[in-house]
């Protein structure tokens, strides 16, 4: 679904929203939030039964979340083809329960779509991997409610200047 965002009172610029689960969302949010045309990144929790959940009760896998990035995206500089397919590059798209070594239902693979448009770019992908030999676990789910994580997890790299450790770029199109 289009967002209007106003970066001055003259100009208006539509946007459009993403939705990823690929490991610990840190790794996710530090590449993604390089590319060309992404506006805006926030790493949450969304796919679990309860509201606003802290990130000990997801680590806990009592609460069926995910750990995953909003992206917002100017679809005129990067397509939403073009972001899933770097998401499905910088995470293994095979490891069930987990990116490495963090281990965990949080840490399962998930593209939550938010239009059949979505859904069908994201199926489209998963065909072209699996004819390549790739056994893709990433479930395509339609959006769930997005809970921003706790402050100290929004750009985590940045903040701390380190880097992932999960998450790698690997040319798989």
């Not at 289009?2 to 840190?26: D, Y």
């Not at 060309?36 to 790493?43: E, F, K, L, R």
């Not at 490891?95 to 963090?102: A, I, K």
């Amino acid at each position: 679904m289009p967002l209007f965002r106003f970066s001055s009172l003259s100009e208006c610029l539509m946007t459009e929203r993403a939705v990823f689960a690929g490991g610990c969302f840190w790794g996710v949010e530090y590449l993604i939030k390089k590319l060309p045309g992404v506006i805006s990144t926030q790493v949450g929790y969304t796919g679990g039964k309860s509201a606003d959940p802290t990130y000990k009760e997801v680590c806990s896998g009592r609460t069926g979340h995910v750990e995953a990035i909003e992206v917002i995206f100017d679809p005129e500089k990067i397509t939403y083809e073009e972001l899933v397919k770097f998401f499905f590059e910088i995470h293994d798209p095979t490891q069930r329960n987990g990116q490495g070594p963090d281990i965990g239902t949080q840490y399962h693979s998930v593209i939550f779509y938010e239009n059949e448009e979505q859904k069908e770019v994201i199926e489209k992908l998963i065909a072209i991997l699996v004819k390549k030999g790739f056994d893709v676990a990433t479930e395509v789910l339609p959006v769930a409610p997005f809970y921003p994580a706790e402050d100290y997890h929004q750009d985590y790299y940045n903040k701390t200047r380190h880097q992932p450790y999960c998450h790698f770029h690997v040319k798989r199109f």
